[in-house]
């Protein structure tokens, strides 16, 4: 497995006030994780939704729910930790940290009197790099208290995220054996008997007293610090044997660790902690639940977030199944796709087997999937996904894994597809300059594969559907500015989840220059100034360059924003007009007798 591009959990590095994670195997890159989670919702959609649905059920009364929807997207915030990094002399590639899912807690949930299920941890499930949803199913009772809330107006509601990402461990010049039974034995006692443990508590016993844990470390590991060799154990315990999860509201930290005890047989386990691994950990941060949503009359909001769905009437005996997609919109390479479900016979009260299928569209609406089962019979099936892909120009098919579920309530999502959903999506600054072509390659059974499509202001995100046998899978890209057609590269990456911005293409970045003036009158100072082509009315990115018969040589460094005006301008003073443009690679040579000459409004 490679662990390039992954964040390096013992290489943090403060970015300004941020801390950012060196990308492991990759000098000079770092993964900065988001700031804030921002309720958000594409082609102007509200990012919040209740879906009510009634059915009646004949003797089995009438049945009614609903499905609460919330659309998150991850902010960054790259320009300005890239500005900070700049001016800080700090020469860094900054790029996002992948998030992979998570919780999310409602705050002001009783004061506004909304059901107490959505007091809870709540999951979010990771639809692409920086894009999160939740869903939560509502009975009838708990429905009716959040339309109430709903037309009292929600403005007080806010909330706190746990965002779970995976970087690579610690890594030590150390081996360790020891019994995972032991382990969950030394946890149970220092919990009570609980099978799960405060994150800060395990690791201060692990630098206090490591030997008590059973995880055969003496109480001194010679010359190796103690609290990295707690982060490498913990991280390595999370990873094999434990779910790191948010805390309880009234736990004095944020993050305990939940061990899973069937994996904790006895036996002996040998760790060898200078093998990289990739560990899970949870970053909190705080969360919008409703962005632009906080601007409605509360009528408004109501008429915004609520839509009813009647479903016909059904005898006894018959179920619905809630269906529900976490999926990418633009799934590139998938004809089709849907999901199969498959109940099979329970003589003699059913003699035949159900077998059914509802198509998987991006629309976020739920998709009502009726069984007819026995009337005193509990809901129980297994379900399946199929993806229609074009191979060689041929459709395939190919299947997820197959699954089991008793709940009214099925969400899907980009695991339970038999072939990888990769999302690349870009920056909708940049996709303001430039129109995006990016392409997936890679070797499947012998031959290439590629799969192509395009980023614009109007599609700025997407997933490449990649079978698991494509081999060497990579992404390139390609900007095209708006402006004069002017293309930039991306040099091709793994293939990943990809967010494109400005300083993915060639271009983008730190510029530097060399500037010299030959002293060729009687002059022994002169002044020039200079800025980056688009800062020369930004006081902030002009500069004063001096030169000296005895110094007459200077270096001048510069961001530069956009890969398309990557280039500066100068000038000798503030009567003088403004060079044009010229290039990084073209170095500034001057002679002093210039000076004199300059005159406004003529060229320099």
């Given at each position: ?371 007819r089962l026995s009337p005193s019979e509990a809901l129980s099936y297994q379900w399946q996904t199929t993806a229609i892909v074009l191979s060689d120009g041929r459709a395939e098919q190919i299947k997820g894994p197959p699954r089991k579920s008793d709940r009214e309530h099925l969400l899907i999502g980009p695991d339970d597809f038999g072939l990888r959903l990769i999302p690349v999506e870009a920056e909708p600054v940049f996709l303001a300059q430039a129109d995006i072509e990016v392409e997936c390659v890679g ?162």
């Open positions: 497995m490679s662990f390039a591009s992954r964040p390096d959990w013992r290489q943090p590095m403060l970015i300004g006030e941020r801390v950012a994670y060196a990308a492991f195997d990759q000098p000079g890159k770092f993964r900065l994780p988001p700031v804030l989670l921002a309720a958000q919702a594409g082609d102007g959609e509200s990012p919040l939704r209740l879906d009510i649905v009634q059915q009646d059920r004949g003797s089995a009364g009438l049945e009614r729910y609903s499905i609460l929807s919330l659309g998150f997207a991850a902010e960054f915030a790259l320009a300005q930790a890239r500005q900070a990094a700049f001016d800080a002399g700090q020469r860094v590639d900054l790029s996002p940290l992948p998030v992979e899912g998570g919780w999310l807690r409602l705050s002001a949930v009783q004061a506004l009197n909304l059901p107490p299920a959505l007091g809870e941890l709540l999951p979010l499930d990771a639809a692409s790099l920086g894009a999160l949803n939740l869903a939560a199913r509502l009975d009838s009772a708990a429905t009716d208290l959040f339309v109430s809330a709903l037309q009292r107006g929600l403005l007080a509601v806010g909330a706190q995220a746990w965002l779970r990402v995976r970087g690579v461990a610690d890594r030590l010049p150390l081996s360790m054996s020891f019994d995972p039974a032991a382990l969950l034995a030394a946890i149970r006692a220092l919990t009570g008997g609980a099978a799960s443990i405060d994150h800060a508590l395990l690791r201060q016993r692990l630098i206090d007293a490591p030997q008590t844990l059973g995880l055969g470390l003496p109480a001194s590991s010679g010359d190796i610090l103690k609290q990295p060799l707690a982060d490498a154990v913990i991280d390595r315990i999370a990873a094999r044997y434990a779910s790191p999860q948010p805390s309880t509201p009234d736990a004095p930290t944020g993050v305990r660790l939940v061990f899973d005890e069937a994996a904790m047989a006895p036996g002996r386990v040998q760790w060898n902690l200078a093998e990289p691994q990739l560990a899970p950990r949870l970053i909190a941060i705080e969360a919008d639940p409703l962005g632009p949503l906080r601007t409605m009359a509360a009528a408004d909001l109501y008429d915004a977030v609520v839509r009813r769905h009647d479903v016909r009437a059904l005898a006894s005996g018959w179920r619905s199944v809630t269906v529900r997609t976490n999926l990418p919109d633009r799934r590139v390479g998938v004809v089709s796709a849907q999901v199969e479900l498959q109940l099979p016979a329970k003589p003699p009260a059913r003699m035949f087997t159900i077998k059914t299928s509802a198509p998987l569209t991006a629309a976020d609406r739920p998709i009502a999937i009726d069984l070797t499947r059974k012998g031959k290439p594969w590629s799969a192509r499509a395009s980023l614009s202001d109007v599609a700025p995100d997407l997933a490449f559907a990649v079978p698991f046998d494509v081999e060497g899978a990579a992404i390139r890209a390609t900007a095209r500015a708006k402006s004069d057609g002017a293309r930039r590269s991306m040099p091709a990456v793994e293939a990943d989840s990809l967010r494109l911005d400005a300083f993915s293409f060639d271009g983008s970045g730190s510029r530097e220059l060399e500037l010299s003036c030959e002293f060729d009158d009687g002059a022994n100072l002169r002044t020039i100034e200079i800025a980056p082509e688009d800062g020369i009315d930004d006081a902030g990115k002009r500069r004063q360059v001096k030169f000296t018969r005895h110094s007459p040589q200077a270096r001048w460094s510069w961001l530069s924003l956009s890969p398309f005006r990557g280039g500066y301008r100068w000038r000798w003073d503030a009567q003088s007009p403004w060079s044009a443009v010229l290039q990084p690679e073209t170095p500034l040579r001057l002679r002093s007798s210039q000076a004199a000459t300059a005159r406004i409004g003529a060229g320099a």
